[in-house]
C-alpha cells in the first residue's frame, strides 16, 4: 500500500453538487476506511483503509497488461475476465497505471492536503450561492483524524461551510478535536437496541450514543457546531421498524430536544449490487426492493409521534412507486405500466 502521512489523507471519491448531506450545493469527501460493518453498506467499498481494485468488465480490451505489472501474482485471466485473488492483492495499484483502458480502477486515492482543498474549491460559487459547502463523509472521517483536522481547519480559514458526518464510533478526544471547527454535524443512529446494533454493524451502539451525549454537552457549552442532523436507514428487516424509530426519537427528545435541527430518515439504497460484485463480495441484501412509499411514510409518522418536534422528521433516499403512482406516470406518458 502506498505510504502516507498526517498531510495526505486516502480518499474515496469527492461527489460534486451533492443537495444530500447537509444544506444547499455541496462537494462531499469520501473518506477510506470505516470502523463499522454494516450489512446493508451501500459503499462497502469505503470500509477498508486500504487501497482496493476492481475489475469494469465492459471496458476490458483483454490485453492482460495488468498480469505482468502485479508483482504479487494475484490478478488471473479466465472466461469471465480478470479475476482479482484478494489475499495476496496488497492495494499497490501497479495494474491500475498500466491498465490502457481503464478496465482496472482504484478505490482510493491519495491527496494531500493543498491538493484536496483546491480541488473542493473549485467548486466555491456554487457553495456561495446556494448556501452550501464541503462535507467530510465515508466510510468515517475519524478513522483519518489528523488528516480532517487539518482539512476542516483550512476549509473554515477560507470562509466555506463544513460539515462533518460521523457514525461516532470513534474516541471522544478524536470527535471534540473536530468538532470546534465544523460548522454542522450530521450524526447516525441507526438502531436503538445495542445488540441488535452489534448484529447488524459488528459494534454495539454504547460509543455511538455516548459521544452524542457528549457531543450535546459540547454544543450547549461552546455554542458550535451551530447546526445537528441526525440520520437513521431505513432498512426493511433491520432499522426500518416502529419500535427503533420510537426508541431513537425518545432518546433525542430525552437528551438532545431542540439541539436536534433535523432527523433524516434515509431509506435503502439497493443501487449498490455492482459494488459488491466488483470487490469480490456476497450481499445479504442482494434482490431486494427499495421501501414502498406508503411504508416509508408510516415510519415518519411514527418518527414524528415519538416526542420529538415532528418539523424535525424528514424522508430521503430512493422509494419504491406504489401502484397508484405507477399508474399516474403511464397516463402522463401515454403508455402501458
Keep these: 500500500m502506498r505510504t502516507e502521512n498526517n498531510n495526505t489523507g486516502t480518499i474515496l471519491r469527492i461527489q460534486r453538487m451533492s443537495t444530500e448531506d447537509g444544506p444547499g450545493i455541496r462537494s462531499t469527501v469520501f473518506f477510506k476506511g470505516c470502523p463499522l460493518s454494516c450489512v446493508w453498506c451501500h459503499n462497502p ?18 490485453c492482460r497488461s495488468c498480469l505482468d505489472a502485479c508483482p504479487e501474482r494475484a490478478l488471473t485471466a479466465g472466461k469471465k475476465g480478470i479475476a482479482i485473488d484478494r ?67 483550512a476549509l473554515k480559514g477560507t470562509g466555506v461551510h463544513t460539515a462533518l458526518d460521523t457514525c461516532g464510533q470513534c474516541g471522544w478526544d478524536t470527535l471534540e478535536s473536530l ?14 437496541d445495542p445488540e441488535r446494533h452489534r448484529a447488524f454493524t459488528g459494534v454495539t451502539n454504547a460509543k455511538v450514543l455516548e459521544n452524542l451525549l457528549r457531543l450535546g454537552g459540547f454544543m450547549r457549552d461552546r455554542g458550535c457546531p451551530r447546526e445537528l442532523w441526525v440520520r437513521t436507514p431505513l432498512i426493511p ?20 430536544g431542540a439541539l436536534v435541527d433535523r432527523w433524516e430518515l434515509c431509506s435503502f439504497n439497493n443501487l449498490c449490487l455492482n459494488k459488491y460484485d466488483g470487490l469480490g463480495l456476497d450481499w445479504r441484501f442482494r434482490g431486494n426492493g427499495l421501501l414502498g412509499r406508503d411504508e416509508a411514510e408510516h415510519l415518519a409518522v411514527v418518527a414524528r409521534g415519538s416526542g420529538v418536534d415532528a418539523r424535525i422528521v424528514h424522508l430521503s433516499g430512493p422509494l419504491r412507486l406504489e401502484a397508484a403512482e405507477k399508474a399516474a406516470l403511464s397516463v402522463i406518458k401515454g403508455g402501458s405500466v
Design 45 to 62: 467499498e469505503s470500509i477498508s483503509p486500504k487501497f482496493q481494485v476492481h475489475w469494469v468488465g465492459s471496458r476490458c480490451i483483454g
Design 87 to 153: 489475499e495476496r492483492c496488497t492495494g499497490c495499484l501497479k495494474c491500475t497505471d498500466v491498465c490502457p483502458s481503464t478496465a482496472l480502477e482504484a478505490y482510493g486515492q491519495a491527496y494531500s492536503l493543498d491538493a484536496l482543498v483546491s480541488e473542493v474549491l473549485k467548486d466555491r460559487v456554487y457553495f456561495d450561492k446556494s448556501g452550501g459547502g464541503v462535507t467530510l463523509s465515508g466510510g468515517e472521517p475519524t478513522m483519518q483524524a489528523d488528516f480532517s483536522l487539518e482539512l476542516l481547519k
Design 179 to 192: 468538532l470546534p471547527h465544523a460548522d454542522m454535524v450530521l450524526y447516525d443512529i441507526k438502531e436503538i
Design 237 to 256: 428487516g433491520c432499522t426500518a421498524s416502529s419500535e427503533n424509530l420510537r426508541g431513537i426519537g425518545a432518546f433525542l427528545k430525552g437528551n438532545l
